[in-house]
């Protein structure tokens, strides 16, 4: 293996090589990710790496990517691959005259990682540690390490989320969790109960008691990201399972949707208007949930 200590910087992060990890120290650059400074830096066994990939990067760069194995990293878990390319945190890019550099690390580490370890049965690298918290759409959420608590916004919780009163969730209760990114058109953070794999049907987001909804500027990744992996951590080492993404993934339930309260609909779409106006949502999108919302009437 490389010598002890031995770094390779790259554009937004550096790995310092270990005789049995890795250590990913984040950059807190204006461009670099925010997810990237959330974390902060993350020590990787190679025990948690099933390959090692070099590729060409844009503008004569070139990309070392580390692949974590399934069920090894609670962060990839609950992300669920949804990250875009540019915050993966496994991934260095480097500039292009470093090329025959990140050819030697790539091939150092491919001779310490096993071949086809398989899906890991436990976590092996560490989860963000609580206390966590964010701000979602209709509801502020936090986590101490053994309880989540969603306590409900009156300008953005649906009339069904108000009725059940805010919410306290012991993890011991959990069998994992289910992270929409708020990048897409309907984010949300739904919290799975024991049970819930075997019966139980789901409701919509926005009049699940167990889920709160994002939006433009409400549970951002780097906020909403690192909080579902501490739970799902904390879930699993409890035996409540992989829940999101791990080696016993959910098998996916049928959705029940219910004719909604019109002042909630009225909401969804001022929600949706947000969007459409800061540019996130296309005309199309648009008008085709909104759509979808008025025959919910």
Same mark, same amino acid.
């Given at each position: 293996?490389?010598?002890?200590?031995?770094?390779?910087?790259?554009?937004?992060?550096?790995?310092?090589?270990?005789?049995?990890?890795?250590?990913?120290?984040?950059?807190?650059?204006?461009?670099? $990710?925010?997810?990237?400074?959330?974390?902060?830096?993350? !020590?990787?066994?190679?025990?948690?790496?099933?390959?090692?990939?070099?590729?060409?990067?844009?503008?004569?760069?070139?990309?070392?990517?580390?692949?974590?194995?399934?069920?090894?990293?609670?962060?990839?878990?609950?992300?669920?691959? #949804?990250?875009?390319?540019?915050?993966?945190?496994?991934?260095?890019? /480097?500039?292009?005259? %470093?090329?025959?550099?990140?050819?030697?690390?790539?091939?150092?580490?491919?001779? %310490?990682?096993?071949?086809?370890?398989?899906?890991?049965?436990?976590?092996? =690298? *560490?989860?963000?540690?609580?206390?966590? #918290?964010?701000?979602?759409?209709?509801?502020? @959420?936090?986590?101490?390490?053994?309880?989540?608590?969603?306590?409900?916004?009156?300008?953005?919780?649906?009339?069904?989320?108000? %009725?059940?009163?805010?919410?306290?969730?012991?993890?011991?209760?959990?069998?994992?969790?289910?992270?929409?990114?708020?990048? @897409?058109?309907?984010?949300?953070?739904?919290?799975?109960?024991?049970?819930?794999?075997?019966?139980?049907?789901?409701?919509?987001?926005?009049?699940?008691?167990? *889920?709160?909804?994002?939006?433009?500027?409400?549970?951002?990744?780097?906020?909403?990201?690192?909080?579902?992996?501490? =739970?799902?951590?904390?879930?699993?080492?409890?035996?409540?399972?992989?829940? #999101?993404?791990?080696?016993?993934?959910?098998? $996916?339930?049928? =959705?029940?949707?219910?004719?909604?309260?019109?002042?909630?609909?009225?909401? !969804?779409?001022?929600? /949706?208007?947000?969007?459409?106006?800061?540019?996130?949502?296309?005309?199309?999108?648009?008008?085709?949930?909104?759509?979808?919302?008025?025959?919910? /009437?």
């Amino acid at each position: 293996m490389t010598r002890m200590g031995d770094v390779l910087a790259g554009f937004h992060a550096a790995w310092e090589f270990e005789s049995d990890s890795v250590l990913i120290r984040y950059e807190r650059g204006i461009r670099t $990710p925010r997810l990237f400074h959330a974390l902060g830096e993350r !020590r990787v066994p190679l025990a948690a790496l099933a390959g090692v990939d070099l590729t060409p990067g844009r503008r004569g760069s070139v990309v070392l990517r580390a692949r974590p194995r399934a069920g090894a990293d609670p962060l990839m878990d609950a992300a669920d691959g #949804q990250l875009p390319e540019g915050s993966d945190p496994y991934r260095l890019v /480097l500039p292009g005259d %470093r090329e025959t550099l990140a050819e030697y690390y790539a091939d150092e580490l491919r001779a %310490r990682i096993p071949r086809d370890p398989g899906p890991s049965s436990r976590y092996l =690298v *560490a989860p963000p540690d609580p206390p966590r #918290q964010f701000k979602a759409y209709d509801a502020k @959420a936090f986590f101490d390490g053994s309880t989540v608590t969603f306590r409900w916004s009156w300008t953005g919780a649906s009339s069904a989320k108000w %009725r059940t009163g805010d919410q306290y969730v012991q993890v011991a209760d959990l069998a994992g969790v289910e992270w929409r990114s708020p990048e @897409a058109l309907e984010g949300h953070l739904r919290l799975v109960r024991r049970g819930a794999l075997d019966h139980g049907r789901y409701l919509p987001v926005d009049q699940d008691p167990a *889920a709160v909804v994002f939006g433009l500027g409400y549970g951002p990744v780097h906020e909403s990201l690192p909080f579902a992996a501490a =739970v799902l951590a904390a879930a699993r080492a409890l035996g409540g399972g992989a829940g #999101q993404g791990g080696a016993e993934r959910m098998t $996916p339930v049928p =959705v029940v949707v219910a004719r909604r309260d019109p002042a909630d609909i009225a909401d !969804r779409i001022r929600h /949706l208007s947000e969007l459409h106006r800061a540019g996130l949502v296309t005309d199309e999108e648009f008008a085709a949930k909104k759509a979808d919302l008025l025959a919910e /009437l």
